[in-house]
Every structure is written in C-alpha cells, then in structure tokens.
C-alpha cells in the first residue's frame, strides 16, 4: 500500500477545463510537495505547503493543504496542453522524501 | 536544468550483469538522494547520502549498494540484475537532509536502465 494516495491516476480533458487532483494519507505530515514531471525529465518542485488549511496559487494552479496536514490537493483552472505531464505529490516521512504513484494529465488542444 | 548530473543517460545490459550509476550533485548540495522509477511501482525512494555518510534508507535491495564520494559525487551500484530491474533511476540532491525545513531537492534527468 501506498503511504501518499493518488487521484486519479490517468485524466484526460479538453484543452479550457478545470482539473483537481487529490493526495490522500492517513498518516499526519509536516510538509507536502508537488512535482511535476515531464517525459525524458526529473520532476520539479511546483509547491510546498506547510500549515494545515493552507492554500497556494501558481498562476492557475491553486494547491490547498488539508486542515488535519494528511491531504492535500491541486486544482487547474482552465488547463492548457502545456499543461500536460505527471504530477506527484511528496511528503516527508521518517526523514525520507516519500511519493505517491503520480497523476498523469493529459490536455488535448 | 537543474545542475544534478546523472551518467549514463541509457544503459542496456544483460541479466546477472552489474554496472554503476553515477551522479554529480548541483555546486554547494551536500544531500544525495537516489530513487527508482517505474511503471508499477511509480517513484521509489532507495537511499540518501549527507556529507559522505548514509543518512536514511529506503527500498534498496541488498543487490544494490551506494556511496558518496569526498567530492560529494554518488554512485549507485547495481549488481545480479534481473529483468525486474529495469527502471529509470534518478539521483536528486538538496542543500540539507531531506527534513530540512525549506530544503529543495533537485532532481536530475535520470539513467535509464533496460535489462535483457
């Protein structure tokens, strides 16, 4: 089982619509990444939240950490084929940079 | 780019085969980090290095083994590949340990290995 849940694991919408991917965990972190990979690249860090509640914007991606700090979530608003790409969430765990099994998006022009 | 240096790009070998992975750290990173990527298993951490030393462990066969090196530079090696093996793997490094507040791994372009 996975310590960071993913949802969903594949999305593929039409270039203007919003998306929201989930990061789930019964466990309580400290701090939660997200990443974003693309084909034949590492990922890279978009966000890191730390307060529960807390809500964060990148332009139009908006990432909102869980008042109890075990989820958190990405949402894009009106998304773009550049947009498309993995993203993963991330969490520290035992001192290790543990990730869920990623989102893979895909936005069709 | 984000100055983690990872070598070789791609690798074909044969099972039962070992070979080394190496990775350059970005200019004053003192962590290193190595994960495994798959399709089945997605982004597995392996092991983290800080100044030479191991520092946490993840799901790193004993087949596998890592250190990092005075010059801060890390090799992951490989040995008695099995098919199951075949990944991509990424070397990352970050200023501080990975619990570091504010601390930001990097992540390189990572080897890819196949396993024939």
């Known amino acids: 089982t996975q310590l960071l849940e993913q949802s969903p694991q594949f999305l593929s919408i039409q270039e203007g619509e919003n998306l929201t991917v989930y990061c789930n965990s019964s466990?309580?972190?400290?701090?939660l990444q997200w990443y974003r990979q693309e084909p034949g690249e590492g990922p890279v860090l978009l966000v890191t939240v730390v307060t529960g509640g807390e809500v964060k914007k990148l332009k139009r991606l908006t990432f909102q950490f869980g008042d109890a700090r075990k989820d958190s979530s990405l949402h894009i608003t009106a998304a773009q084929p550049g947009d498309t790409g993995l993203y993963l969430c991330?969490?520290?765990?035992?001192?290790?940079?543990?990730f869920g099994q990623g989102t893979t998006l895909q936005v069709k022009p | 780019d984000s100055g983690v240096t990872q070598t070789p790009k791609h690798l074909i070998t044969a099972t039962g085969q070992r070979v080394t992975l190496r990775c350059s750290p970005r200019s004053g990173d003192l962590s290193v980090y190595w994960y495994q990527q798959s399709l089945d298993q997605g982004l597995q951490f392996l092991i983290q290095?800080?100044?030479?030393?191991?520092?946490a462990k993840g799901n790193i066969l004993e087949r596998f083994s890592a250190q990092q090196f005075p010059d801060l530079h890390s090799e992951l090696n490989l040995s008695s590949l099995e098919l199951g093996d075949s990944a991509l793997y990424f070397c990352?490094?970050?200023?501080?340990?990975?619990?570091?507040?504010?601390?930001?791994?990097?992540f390189g372009e990572g080897s890819w290995l196949t396993v024939v």
């Open positions: 991330a969490g520290q765990f035992t001192g290790k940079l543990i």
């Open positions: 290095y800080y100044n030479g030393e191991e520092r």
């Open positions: 990352a490094s970050s200023r501080g340990g990975a619990g570091s507040s504010g601390n930001t791994i990097y």
């Open positions: 466990s309580v972190f400290s701090s």
